[in-house]
Structures are given as C-alpha cells and as structure tokens.
C-alpha cells in the first residue's frame, strides 16, 4: 500500500499550491539544490513549477516517509494520467482541441479565478505571493510530520495528516489559492489537486484501464429517523445517530484507501474526520498534540474552541459517495454486515456506556469500532437517572432488542465495467446489452453522445481519452439508474421487541405497563414515533399530570432501585404518559450519554434537552446571566423562577414544586413567571429592549418598553432550509449562457496569445451546440471537487451563524439545514443562513478575511420554513409541517417583480396554534443589482425585524394587519404606483406607528430601499409583497 498513497500524496502537490505564479516566473519557491535521493537527471528534465513541487516534498516532510519522487517513474505516469481524467470539461475540451489543431501548450498571464458554476462572477488574485510565507506554510506541515513515530504503516497516517493540513494551513497563513490553470481559469489548485487524489482510485494501479467502484451508503427515510421525536434532544440525537452512522460505515474505507475516497460530503476540512483522524495519533503524544493545535486554532475562525464542540454537529450527511480502488471489491460487498455491528456498537454506548470491540471479526465492522472508541471510548459514571433506566433494559432483555432499529442500502457501480461500455458507446455508438445490467443505459447515455457528437464535430482524430474522461460523469448517471432499479427499500423504524404469545416480557414488572390492562395481547404504540411498540411507559398520575401514578413510582424503585429523588429527576427527562419504544429509547439515551460525555469538556456549543431550553436560550444568555437579582424580597416565587432559569433541562413543573402547587399547568407556571417579572424584574425591560435591538441589527428607538418583552417564553423556531435545484447541480445541469460570454471575453483579453484564439473559437462552437440541448457541464471529479467543498464551507457558516443566536444545530449539509432557534433570534439566523449560501465576496466565499476562493453557488436559491411553535406541541407534527410548507408554498412561489421573476428561493414563516403563514422572497432586484453588497443587507427579512422590534418599543401597533385588511382588496386591485396604493398605507401607519421616525421608515419608499417593491406579486396565488409583510408581521406580534 505504500506505493499506493505515494501516489495520491505525489497527486496532491505534483502541481504545487503556488502553480499559477511559480508558471508566470512572477514567485520561485526554493533555490536550485538536489534533494536527498532524488535523480539529479531527472530533476533536471522537470518544468520549474514541478521542480518546485519536489522541493516542496521534501519541505513539507513527505519524503521522510513515502521516499523521493523523480525515482519513481510509473507513479509520476499515474498521476499525470490522474491529472488528465480529473480534468474540467472546459480544460478537456480545450486541450482535446489543442492538440487536434496541433497547437503547443503555451501560458499566459491571467490573474482572475471565475466561479465554476457562474464563470461571469470572478476575483482578482494578486500578481505575487509572499514566498516566506509559503517556507512558513511548508515548516508548520513538516513539524507534525516529523512528529510522527516510524512504524510499518507510517507512511498511511502521513498521507492523512498532509491530506487534512494541505489546505487548511494554506488558508490559516493568509496565502490565495492559486487558478489550476491560467487558460481555463474556472478553478482552484486545491479542487483540481484533491480531485486528482480520488481519481488516482479509478486508474490504479498503471492508469492505462480505469477500473474501481462506486459506491453510495446510503440511509433509507432519514426525516422518519429525525422527526421522531418529543424534546430538543431527542431531535439532536436522531440525526447526529444517522450521521454517526454513515460515517463509521465509511470510516474503514477512509482509513485503508484514504481520506479522498469520500467524494460527497467532501473530507477537506471536515471536523469530523477532523476528530477521528486527530484520535487515532493519540498514542503518539507529539503529533497528536501538534495536530490538534493546528486544527483547533484553524477553526477557532468559527467559533468553536475544541474539535469535541464541533461534534455536537452532523457534518455528514445520511447519505456518502465513495470512490473505491479496484482492492476494495469484497469489502463492498461486506458493508450491509458490517452496518449492523456499527449500529450495535454505537447503541450499546448509548445505553450501557461500554464500547466492546472484542468479539468483532469482520474487519470493517472492528475499525469502524476501534474508531468510536477512540473517539468516546468507556463511558465515565454518570448520574443521568434516564441512563440508569435504559441500561437496566438493556441488560434484561439483550442486545437483540436494539438490533436493526435501523438499515442501509447500499449501491455500487462497477467503473471498470462501465468504462468498457463507454468505450463501446464512443466506437460503435451504442453499448451492449450487457450494459444495462452495470446501470448504463441509452437514456443514460443521451448527455455523452451529445458531448462525443460536439466533439467529433470539431476533432476527426485523437478520442482515445474521451471515455476516460466520461466514465465519471456516466457512472453518477448509472448509479442513480441502480438505485431507481433496484426500488425504494423501505426503512423499518423499529420493530417488535416480543414474540406473538411469549410470556417473556410478563416476566419484567416495568413492561406489564405496555399491554393493555396488563393482558398478553393488545400493547401500547411508542408516543414518539408511533411505529413501534414501546418497550416502557410511566402513567401518570390521575390528580397530577406532572407526577408518576403510584405503581410507576412504585416500579421504579423495584425494578430500578430509583430514589424518590431520582423518581422526580426522571419526570423532566421521560414525561409522565410518555412511552418509549426500542428505537426513541435508544435515542433518548443517546443524547443523555453524548451530553454527559460533552459536558465534561465544557464546550461552548450548545447541546439542548427540551424545548423549553431552547425557548429560554436568549433570554437567558443576553438577560438572565447579567441581571442582578441580589437583594430582591426573597419570596419563593422568586427563588422557583430563579430556579427555573439555572435549571437544566428546563420543565415547569419545577415552578410550580417550588411554590408547593400540588397540581400544574403551563398556563399556572407562565402566571408565576411573569409576576416574578413585574416584581422585581421591570426595570431591566429596557435593558432587554436594546440587547434585542443589537442583535436584531435594528435601529428603531423606543417610545415605550413593556414588560412583556420579560415575559414567560412559551414559544421557539423551528428552522428548515434546503438549497433549490440542487439535483440539477449535482448532474451539472448548469446554464451555459454565462459560460459562453466568459470564453469569449477571455478570448479576447489582451494577455492571450494569438495563437490560442483559434482553440478558444473551437470550444465557443462546442458550448453552443451543448447550450442548444440544455445539456449543461460534464461532471468531473474536479467539478464534484469544487461543488462538494463549497458546500462544506458553507455548512461551517451555518454551524457559526446558529450557535450566534443561541440556537442549536440539527443537521447542517451545505444545501440543507435544519435548526432550532429561540424566537427572538429566529429571522436574522435565517437571513444569515440564506446569505450563507451565496458568499460574501462576489462569487465566493471568504471566511474571517482568509480568501477560501470556494465558489459559492449562485442562480441557485435556498429556501426556508420558519415556523413558531409552543413547547407544549408534539415536536415531530411540527417539523413534519414545517418541511411541508417548505415543499409546497415556499419551493412552489413565483416572486414576480417589474422586469423579473424569481422562481423558489423564499420563505414561509408560520405558526402553529393559529395556522397562519406568509411567503416572502429571498432574492430581490434589489439584490441582485448590488452585486458587491452581501446578499443579507437588502434582504426583506431585515424589514420585518425592524417590525418586530418596534412592537415590542411602542413604536407600532399590534393592530396594523387589521387596519390593513380593510384597504387590501382594493390596494391589491389598482395600479400599484397609484396614489391610492400609497394613501391607504399612509393611512393604516398614521393609525398604527407613534412618532416621525417610525412612520418616515414605513414609508413605502423607505420600505424598498429593504426590497419591499410595492408591485410584487406572488403567483399563482399569494397576493403582493406588501400584503405578505403584513400577514408575516400578523405573526410575529405575539412573539417572543
């Protein structure tokens, strides 16, 4: 395997990170010097930018470990041959051109990296790098590596160390990425060269065949896993268990073959590969240490402190790509096994706490353990009563009773058998029937032939490399043609944990609790998913519906040896009349372990129990914390609200115990609460008022603060987004208008010699007949590099912007998010998590003033569903209907604007006690013609904030959508730049806004200059975009 990693690191830096500057003589890296075991001959016979890139082997420290480079000629044969397939279909089609029209390869001096996915949209790179810094770069990488102990294997863990620091040290010296190439200036050094690492699995071992697999693990019905669930933690857990889950599964196949193996979600700064990588140095204090500390202060930009907070986050989706060497066939043909082990390992931890790897022989399924135990390893005692109750379970019924809660499905593509078809597609024009069987198929097959005939069109000879280059791109197609094929696998979300007539579960006091009257037939159904039986349930008490019955009670300090103490503990943690089947059971005890785990290295990054957390999160941390209650009358409905507020997780009832109510209601503990405010808490409204105001971005003043804005928190978010189209980005169905006008703009620039504009003139052609059937871009590995890193990126900001406004995080994959979010908070998350999505610089992404350069993806909108529930709701029904409204009301709105029309990329905001819901886009002209202000500064989310805070400073009416609504028939009916438009809602904010200032900024004109254009319409049904303002502020008047 040496040889194996000696070329996907010789992958990574054959073209070094400085290439672009290093080609245009504008920087030299490294005086002229014979490496220790290199061929002098053949050093010599190197290009500069390569002979730079041998130095930089040294540099760095990877010849200590994998040996010299120029010896080696098959390796430097591979990667070329690497270099090539990964390729962009522009770079391809320009060098296929190249060499038909015999054109040598020639370079120029062009300094502007175009986004991949929009080439109009470009920044400028500087005209030299700072040399010193990249001897710095290349000294931090070496001192990790030379920390590394020599062993059999050394050489696997120094591939994975240069993988993982590569770029990440790049960006934390402050250098700029440079272009892969100055002729095709669409993309990075970085995706080209961590691309060019994967494909090194298709072509090895001589690269003249491709072979290897494709590989997709994938989780059946996550959103069923997800959105079982009662209480904050029971939502976190199910998405971090299926993110665990898919990874472990991978796991082994990143260790054995490499990091670059994992092609989506992409592994380049991944925090957790991150962690599970930085663990398995742990026996090597130097390096683990060195490691650590270089990672850690690289994500210290995001806010987090340690790699343990970043695993409060699923980084890793439900569902992974992998591209496989050719030695990993019978390991693929093992990973539904193994998924089982994982899944028991993983579950036996959350329930007993142990991580047995012992008795584990399938070698997949005993790395994937080792590195879970190394990650979390034994559980430290802990006094959570929930875990105590879970384990003995667990103890009295086995293992069994937690086996396949949950399954995978698995699909692979066979690259050596569809490069073959390929090949027979390209010679003879259509494949054999054999194909179909791999997944190729003539359907499949439609946007090839259009490319080949493109191509044939401008080239008679030399397409011995065009199969090559499109097996990528068909065996995406012939995987999802597998997976279509082989029909949806339908996830079991539990089972039955008792056998039909089996006395056995009779036999333990706690489950008799399960069965209707206690008879053997008939049971009672989980209360969380509804899908399975449940395994436990505690009635509740006749008199007291936050209190035990008396035999539960009674039952849990037989069968469990519970203390009266722990018996009232439990209460917040399992709900009287709760039932728990097998699966929300070992979710349940999932968090309650991972939380106690986390609490013991005090991360910042918020984990919450209940909603009701959530809820309090701002109030608490922005008010709570830094009010002095000190000296106030010692009441004891001060010292239950005070109580309340320190407790964790959070539940009413410890109001209510603390004022000796025997029985306990929201609404009596809500009463409590804000007495307590009016009391003694009064004077800090406005304190809370501008405290709201900052983190609001809102520059209203106040005419008046109530003390409502201290009130009771009976209300949360809950945030769902989902990028728009994102299919089409992943098949490349990309628009190829924008990149037609950048070729020939680049055409014509001064730099490019004369002699290319002819090879420029050829591609031109081939782009258009491609833009004729709506065909888009080849996907590339380096395509796929470029997309999978931009939505990393972009995940991390989302990880940022939701721990900013104290909310916390359930899953977040770059196009996807969903959190939840305390209410006052809710709206500017959401425009930052919008804005998130296309970038702050024009194009691209730029995070704490280090230039990534990872395109971000513009034309393609993300929509939201913010929806307000009580924390009384059943959590699950409210997800479920946030994700419907997503689906159908803000991915179905067509904003029509004077001259422009925006299809999706909006935002539903909802409630759930009254039904209500507004939609209001997302992108606006406004936006979209300021280019080079952050998409988040004209955003109509900022209006309807500055409408929230308002009501709570008196400056404007809980009224003003009734007032409204007796003008919108008519308002919606005229012109809308009539004057009637204009008098009716100067009339409706004379009656609703107190003062000057408040009425000038509802104006209607300063209402646009947010983006609220008065002649917005929504179709097919919606109304205009004033009428949606109204109706979205109609719900936030009762907030927070």
């Not at 272009?179 to 494909?199: C, G, I, K």
């Not at 293992?399 to 995978?408: G, K, M, N, R, T």
Request: proline share 4%; aromatic share 10%; charged share 25%.
């Amino acid at each position: 395997m040496e040889k194996f990693f000696k070329a996907k690191a010789w992958a990574l830096l054959h073209d070094p990170p400085h290439k672009m500057w290093a080609i245009l003589n504008l920087a030299k890296y490294g005086d002229e010097r014979q490496p220790p075991g290199e061929d002098p001959e053949e050093l010599k016979k190197l290009q500069q930018h390569v002979k730079e890139a041998v130095y930089l082997w040294h540099d760095v420290g990877l010849a200590q470990h994998l040996g010299p480079i120029t010896t080696d000629e098959k390796i430097s044969n591979l990667v070329d041959k690497a270099d090539q397939t990964s390729s962009t279909m522009d770079r391809w089609f320009f060098d296929q051109i190249r060499w038909a029209i015999g054109e040598r390869k020639v370079s120029f001096k062009y300094m502007s990296l175009h986004n991949i996915f929009n080439p109009s949209l470009k920044i400028e790179h500087p005209e030299g790098i700072n040399i010193d810094k990249v001897r710095e770069f290349a000294q931090e990488i070496k001192k990790i590596l030379d920390n590394l102990e020599k062993g059999d294997e050394s050489y696997r863990l120094a591939y994975h160390l240069f993988y993982s620091l590569y770029e990440l040290t790049w960006i934390q010296k402050g250098l700029p990425p440079s272009l892969a190439e100055t002729r095709m200036p669409t993309h990075t050094v970085f995706d080209h060269l961590y691309a060019t690492a994967s494909v090194i699995n298709m072509l090895w071992p001589k690269g003249d065949e491709v072979g290897g697999y494709l590989v997709e693990i994938d989780i059946p019905q996550i959103q069923r896993v997800v959105n079982a669930a009662r209480k904050a933690g029971d939502f976190w857990a199910g998405s971090w268990l299926v993110s665990m889950l898919t990874w472990l599964t991978a796991w082994p196949f990143v260790w054995k073959y490499g990091p670059d193996v994992v092609i989506k979600p992409t592994l380049r700064l991944n925090p957790t590969y991150l962690y599970t990588l930085s663990n398995k140095l742990r026996e090597q204090k130097a390096a683990y240490q060195s490691f650590r500390s270089a990672v850690e202060s690289f994500f210290s930009f995001w806010g987090a402190e340690s790699l343990e907070e970043l695993m409060t986050v699923a980084f890793v989706p439900g569902t992974a790509l992998l591209l496989l060497p050719p030695d990993a066939e019978k390991e693929v043909q093992n990973v539904e096994n193994a998924f089982g082990e994982v899944q028991r390992v993983v579950l036996d931890w959350a329930l007993t706490g142990a991580v047995d790897c012992g008795g584990i022989k399938d070698e997949l399924a005993r790395e994937s353990c080792l590195a879970f135990r190394d990650m979390f390893g034994d559980a430290e005692p802990t006094e959570e009563t929930f875990l105590k109750v879970a384990s003995k379970i667990r103890e009295s019924l086995g293992q069994e009773l937690f086996a396949d809660l949950l399954s995978v499905r698995v699909t692979a593509v066979n690259l050596g058998r569809v490069y073959s078809c390929v090949k027979e597609f390209v010679v003879d024009g259509r494949p054999s029937k054999e194909c179909e069987g791999e997944g190729v198929t003539e359907e499949g097959l439609r946007r090839a032939e259009k490319f080949v005939e493109a191509l044939k069109q401008r080239i008679k000879e030399g397409l011995e490399r065009t199969p090559r280059h499109l097996t990528f791109d068909v065996a995406l197609e012939a995987l999802a043609y597998r997976k279509r094929s082989g029909g949806r696998r339908k996830l079991v979300l539990g089972k039955s944990w008792f056998s039909y007539g089996s006395a056995m579960p009779l036999r333990q006091e706690y489950s008799r609790y399960v069965f209707y009257k206690r008879a053997d037939s008939g049971f009672i159904y989980c209360s969380i998913c509804g899908a399975e039986p449940a395994i436990i349930h505690l009635p509740r008490h006749a008199d007291d519906p936050h209190a035990y019955s008396s035999e539960a009670r009674a039952m849990l300090s037989k069968e469990f040896g519970l203390t009266k103490e722990e018996v009232e503990g439990l209460v917040v943690q399992m709900r009287p009349g709760e039932a728990l089947g097998p699966l929300c059971l070992a979710k349940r005890a999932l968090y309650y372990r991972f939380a106690s785990w986390y609490a013991k290295r005090q991360g910042k990054f918020r984990l919450f129990d209940s909603t009701e957390d959530v809820a309090f999160a701002w109030y608490i941390d922005r008010l709570y914390t830094k009010t002095d209650l000190t000296g106030k009358p010692g009441d004891d409905e001060l010292k239950a609200f005070a109580k309340y507020l320190n407790a964790k997780p959070k539940d009413i009832a410890i109001i209510c115990r603390g004022v000796r109510l025997e029985r306990c209601t929201a609404e009596q503990a809500r009463q409590i609460f804000n007495r307590v405010v009016s009391r003694h808490l009064a004077d800090a409204a406005e304190t809370a008022y501008a405290r709201l105001r900052e983190d609001l971005e809102s520059c209203s003043e106040a005419v008046r603060v109530g003390d409502d804005i201290l009130h009771f928190r009976s209300y949360l978010a809950v945030v769902r987004g989902d990028g728009d189209n994102v299919g089409r980005l992943n098949r490349g169905l990309i628009d190829l208008t924008n990149y037609i006008a950048f070729l020939k703009e680049l055409k014509e620039a001064k730099e490019v010699p004369e002699a290319l504009r002819a090879v420029y003139d050829e591609l031109l052609k081939i782009l258009t007949k491609l833009q004729q059937g709506e065909f888009g871009v080849l996907v590339t590995p380096t395509y796929y590099a470029a997309l999978s890193m931009s939505l990393m990126i972009t995940a991390l900001k989302d990880v940022r912007e939701v721990a900013k406004y104290r909310g916390q995080v359930i899953y977040a994959g770059g196009d996807d998010v969903l959190a939840l979010l305390p209410a006052e908070t809710a709206l500017i998350a959401t425009r930052n998590l919008r804005d998130n999505y296309w970038g702050d610089e024009i194009g691209f992404h730029n995070v704490g003033g280090y230039p990534f350069a990872t395109p971000r993806l513009p034309g393609f909108g993300r929509s939201f569903s913010v929806r307000y529930v009580n924390i009384m709701d059943i959590m699950s029904a409210e997800i479920k209907e946030a994700t419907r409204l997503l689906e159908e009301e803000a991915k179905k709105v067509q904003w029509d604007f004077p001259g422009f029309s925006v299809w999706k990329d909006a935002i539903v905001v909802s409630e759930s006690r009254t039904g209500k819901s507004a939609v209001l886009p997302l992108t606006t002209p406004k936006q979209l013609f300021a280019p080079q202000t952050p998409h988040k500064a004209f955003s109509v989310l900022n209006a309807l904030n500055q409408l929230f805070v308002m009501r709570l400073g008196g400056a404007l009416s809980g009224n003003l959508p009734e007032d409204y609504e007796r003008y919108r028939e008519v308002v919606e009916r005229v012109d809308c730049r009539s004057g009637v438009v204009e008098d009716a809602w100067g009339y409706v904010v004379g009656r609703n806004a107190a003062g000057e200032d408040a009425k000038r900024f509802l104006s209607l004109d300063a209402l646009e200059s947010y983006g609220v254009d008065r002649c917005a319409k929504a179709s097919p049904k919606g109304g205009s975009l004033l009428m949606q303002i109204v109706r979205a502020y109609g719900i936030l008047r009762g907030y927070p």
